[in-house]
T-cell receptor
Framework: ETGVTQSPTHLIKTRGQQVTLRCSSQ?????VSWYQQALGQGPQFIFQ???????GRGNFPPRFSGLQFPNYSSELNVNALELDDSALYLC?????????????FGPGTRLLVL | AQSVTQLGSHVSVSEGALVLLRCNYS??????LFWYVQYPNQGLQLLLK??????LVKGINGFEAEFKKSETSFHLTKPSAHMSDAAEYFC????????????FGGGTRVLVKP
């Protein structure tokens, strides 16, 4: 049990739609990261939020956006869904101190785009 | 830029035999290296991490990994496989000890035969 939860667990959308995925972190976890894991591949870093501000982004287009809230929850929004967006989306969170603090992953949301 | 290559997408071992999972990295800065395990329909769990304190790192569940700078490797081993070790394993690299903005390898799926 990591204390990081994600909702929904599964989701089916059609191409062109918009989707919002949610992550709830442990109290005090002010850094949250999102990853996309396509089937049969390793996770890819999407972006990271620290104290409600984006502070790092991987190679993903602007239609991937996020929000982080003061209550340690966060969202990943994807607009104009494409078939290739089908994947497992993972969030991970941690405290920003001490520096060695481990980050914890949630179980993920599996998104299927038809 | 940082990258990770995992040799072998699938490994099959007999129960009680040695588990060896290979990981090579590329990094322009001193790397911080991680091994994660993913069980079916679950998120990622940290097995161990290298943060330059010691080249031989011991982790959970009897796993250990050795950092070899000359070979740019961080291979994961376990002396005796157990049925519960069947899972997918990911090697990852980060620019800091916390494991922010991880770059993952493609993963190695381990099958344990009775």
């Amino acid at each position: 049990e990591t204390g990081v939860t994600q909702s929904p667990t599964h989701l089916i959308k059609t191409r062109g739609q918009q989707v919002t995925l949610r992550c709830s972190s442990q109290s005090g976890h002010n850094t949250v990261s999102w990853y996309q894991q396509a089937l049969g591949q390793g996770p890819q870093f999407i972006f990271q939020y620290y104290r409600e501000e984006e502070n790092g982004r991987g190679n993903f287009p602007p239609r991937f956006s996020g929000l982080q809230f003061p209550n340690y929850s966060s969202e990943l929004n994807v607009n104009a869904l494409e078939l290739d967006d089908s994947a497992l989306y993972l969030c991970a969170s941690r405290r920003d101190s001490p520096p060695q603090e481990t980050q914890y992953f949630g179980p993920g949301t599996r998104l299927l785009v038809l | 830029a940082q990258s990770v290559t995992q040799l072998g997408s699938h490994v099959s071992v007999s129960e009680g035999a040695l588990v060896l999972l290979r990981c090579n990295y590329s990094s322009s800065v001193p790397p911080y290296l991680f091994w994660y395990v993913q069980y079916p329909n679950q998120g990622l769990q940290l097995l161990l991490k290298y943060t330059s304190a010691a080249t031989l790192v011991k982790g959970i569940n009897g796993f250990e990994a050795e950092f070899k700078k000359s070979e740019t490797s961080f291979h994961l081993t376990k002396p005796s496989a157990h049925m519960s070790d069947a899972a997918e394993y990911f090697c990852a690299v980060s620019e800091n000890t916390a494991g922010n903005k991880l770059t993952f390898g493609g993963g190695t799926r381990v099958l344990v035969k009775p």
